[in-house]
């Protein structure tokens, strides 16, 4: 198996893809990875494919890793992004010749895997969003390679995703819904971690804590969680939020401005506000808190800090964004996009905790990493079984 990826940057579908790569390694597949780009600029954040977290985590697992080497989707500064060189061909169709079955993480790498003279390979696309239409030319690449026949199926990792894709035009026979997992064994509870995470940064034990674990990206719209934020600490005198991932920085100047707009300069309320970028102990972050939010408007398919937070005990409270209902309903609270309506659920959630652990405990097998590998191996066996039976042993690679 070949994954190729558009780039290694912080983002929840990485984190899947990249664990649900290394589950299928362990269960016996043979699995590499290609990162178009080596080194991303975004989320107000340089962020180099070998200091990314999911990078060292395959490499670790003993999953083999290359980069064609582009920067922030320029080659030299001055290609655009869908226009790859000699080299970067032969690269490609090196590492494709070596394959029975491509994954591609999401639709861009299409625009690479569609480049003519490439070794004819099964691709299954893995979709983790519920906005085709805002992926620029990729739903296009992904149309393209559907018409050529190279896409044998499309996983959706969540009911949103396979709509919103069957809306816009992909076959449905194509669409197989493996909804997100995450590992229980890191995902969990633990008292232990909630004191050390809340002592470490001065958190009383008995604040109520909500925490945002996104990056700072218009879709996650932060300045609605900022005003929200605004009216609970307010009435929260004793609690806090924490923000976490790309972005979620002191050095983005983005970031401070929205701190400064929703806050108004208020001193009090701005120490209460814990900003701590991309974190790699997610586990001990969630423990920590009592409340897991999120405010997006667009894009969200099956959030994971949702499903993370969750199985650490913290309750969710969600927009109705994607599947974002379904994963909170028993769990939590879905709020309409207003900054008061979303504290006063905040505040719901946290009171609400210890009546909710029980569902929340009760729902574990549903979001277990374990499912959601083996649903993956079964669709990759299927169409590895389907294409060697119909097309034979794979020639050479032509000519590039």
């Not at 913290?314 to 979303?342: K, Q």
Request: net charge negative.
């Amino acid at each position: 198996m070949l994954s190729v990826y558009e780039g290694f940057f912080s983002g929840g579908a990485r984190i899947v893809h990249s664990d649900v790569v290394r589950g299928l390694a362990e269960g016996g597949q043979s699995h590499q990875v290609l990162s178009i780009h080596g080194e991303v600029h975004r989320e107000a954040t340089r962020q180099r494919m070998e200091d990314d977290h999911c990078y060292r985590a395959l490499t670790a697992a003993g999953v083999g890793v290359t980069s064609l080497g582009r920067t922030a989707g320029l080659v030299d500064g001055t290609l655009a992004a869908n226009v790859f060189s000699g080299p970067e061909l032969a690269e490609t169709a090196r590492v494709t010749a070596a394959a029975d079955v491509i994954l591609a993480l999401k639709e861009q790498p299409l625009a690479l895997l569609n480049q003519r003279g490439l070794p004819r390979r099964p691709v299954v696309v893995c979709l983790h969003r519920s906005d085709p239409e805002n992926q620029g030319p990729a739903l296009d690449e992904l149309k393209a390679a559907i018409a050529d026949g190279t896409v044998a199926a499309c996983v959706c990792c969540a009911e949103s995703t396979r709509a919103a894709y069957r809306a816009a035009g992909v076959p449905p026979e194509l669409l197989h819904v493996i909804p997100n997992g995450v590992d229980l064994l890191r995902f969990r509870p633990d008292p232990a971690a909630r004191l050390a995470f809340r002592t470490a940064r001065g958190i009383p034990a008995g604040a109520p804590v909500v925490v945002l674990a996104a990056r700072y990206a218009p879709m996650k719209n932060i300045p609605l969680f900022l005003r929200a934020a605004h009216a609970w600490l307010a009435r929260e005198g004793g609690g806090h939020v924490v923000m976490c991932g790309a972005g979620m920085a002191a050095d983005n100047p983005g970031l401070r401005a929205d701190l400064e707009a929703a806050l108004a300069g208020e001193r009090e309320l701005a120490d209460r506000v814990h900003l701590l970028g991309v974190r790699h102990d997610m586990e001990a972050v969630y423990a920590a808190a009592d409340v897991v939010a999120l405010t997006s408007v667009s894009g969200e398919a099956a959030p994971l800090c949702l499903i993370e937070g969750m199985m650490c005990g913290a309750v969710p409270v969600a927009t109705d964004i994607g599947d974002s209902a379904s994963i909170v309903a028993g769990h939590g609270f879905v709020t309409p996009p207003d900054p008061g309506a979303i504290a006063l659920a905040w505040t719901a959630a946290a009171a609400g905790r210890a009546r909710l652990t029980p569902a929340l405990e009760r729902s574990r097998e549903r979001f277990s990493r374990t499912r959601m590998i083996a649903a993956y191996a079964a669709l990759l066996d299927g169409v590895h079984t389907s294409h060697s039976a119909h097309t034979g042993a794979y020639g050479p690679p032509p000519a590039l």
